[in-house]
């Protein structure tokens, strides 16, 4: 469990410097609304990040505890992704569409490149220790 704590800990680290990247861009660039809808998608992404990894974490409990699991939170999940589709649409002239789609899209990007990295990672350190 401890090394799933790390890849939490790890993808968390990742999303708030994406937020602070999409934060600065908009305040500092000439797409300030490209921006502000990947943050505010970007948030939403963070939180589901967060709701997914407690649930996961919450289910591999249960099913050490030998109890039945719970759910992994899906509707919740999809109720924040709508609330941000939902304010992008209210205040359309001051947020893009999608960017609040791609930003939406972000945990799972982190999620993908943190599992590729690591994978690289291991494989160049089995090399190392085989002696390649």
Known sequence: MKAYHTIMARQRK???FLLAFFVLGAGFSPYPTVF???TLGGTVSLYNL?????????????????????????????????????????FQE???????????????IVMYADLVINQMLKTDEEGEKNGS
């Not at 967060?50 to 939170?73: S, T």
């Open 94 to 108: 001051h947020i893009h569409m999608v960017g609040v789609l791609v930003g939406l899209l972000t945990s799972y």
């Open 36 to 38: 502000i809808g990947l």
């Open 14 to 16: 990742w999303m708030f």
């Open 50 to 90: 967060w709701l997914l990894q407690k649930k996961v974490n919450d289910f591999g409990d249960a099913v050490i505890r030998g109890e039945r699991p719970r759910g992994l939170g899906l509707t919740s999940r999809f109720a924040a992704a709508i609330l941000a589709v939902l304010i992008a649409i209210r």
